[in-house]
């Protein structure tokens, strides 16, 4: 029997020199989405007056801190001492996952090591983080959608980003594919596709998308706003409905 989501093991590691502490709010929100964070270790060198930000957030949130004393200048100790830790927490067989929080693409062969050995990776950072990176995950979040929406240091309005215009979205010709490709594969021979299984189908494709990257909460409502899809539901005799999608090339 498949082990419930809501019952995997994860381990946080956190790579605080490439991390804000801004996003924590939303980044243990979004792993509670995944599993139970049953470790939750971030790596640095605490003396270093760039990190003082972190104190209070990692208190709040019972996040270990691991010292590492950057020993030569130009290397970067804190990487060596959370990849030796990670190998550690996966040879003691007590996980189900990883959470890789970095922006950095050092950590590739990590993630693709931990996947090796059948343990989910989830990857997070920030949208330029190098795609070798991004890939070696299960899935990867961009942190800039973690982010709070308070007020900025003016104490401005923070303003909601923008969403896409449907010919926006109809000229990202990546997002497009992915989206129609996800379909098609995904299609009983009607051509309708179970919007669950289209959804793991670009997740396994494209660790990178997640809707709320085009200010959508959901993928059938991205689905439903780039027009190029119909969206059904059909009831399931149970009194639930599943949701399914066709590319609207295939009516008729």
């Not at 995950?137 to 309005?157: G, H, M, S, Y």
């Amino acid at each position: 029997m498949a082990q419930d989501v809501s019952e995997l093991k994860l381990a946080v590691l956190i790579d605080a020199d490439n991390t804000s502490p801004a996003i924590v709010e939303g980044l243990i929100a979004e792993i509670a989405k995944y599993g139970v964070a049953t470790v939750k270790r971030i790596y640095g060198d605490w003396t270093n007056p760039h990190l003082k930000g972190w104190k209070e957030v990692l208190l709040s949130h019972a996040i270990q801190p691991i010292q590492q004393f950057g020993y030569t200048v130009g290397k970067n100790a804190t990487d060596s001492a959370m990849i030796i830790d990670a190998m550690d927490l996966l040879y003691s067989r007590r996980l189900d996952g990883f959470c890789l929080v970095s922006s950095d693409s050092d950590f590739t062969r990590l993630a693709s090591r931990l996947r090796e050995e059948g343990n989910l990776v989830l990857g997070f950072g920030v949208k330029t983080t190098p795609k070798p990176f991004v890939g070696a995950c299960d899935k990867f979040i961009f942190t800039e959608i973690l982010r709070p929406n308070v007020a900025d240091q003016a104490q401005k309005p923070a303003k909601s980003p923008k969403k896409p215009t449907v010919t926006q979205l109809k000229r990202d010709s990546r997002l497009v594919g992915w989206l129609r490709d996800a379909v098609e594969d995904s299609a009983e021979e009607d051509g309708w596709a179970y919007m669950g299984r289209v959804g793991r189908n670009i997740a396994s494709r494209a660790p990178e998308f997640d809707p709320r990257n085009y200010g959508y909460a959901r993928l059938g409502e991205l689905l439903q706003a780039i027009g190029l899809f119909e969206l059904t539901t059909r009831s399931q005799g149970n009194g639930e409905g599943r949701r399914y999608v066709r590319d609207k090339r295939k009516k008729g």
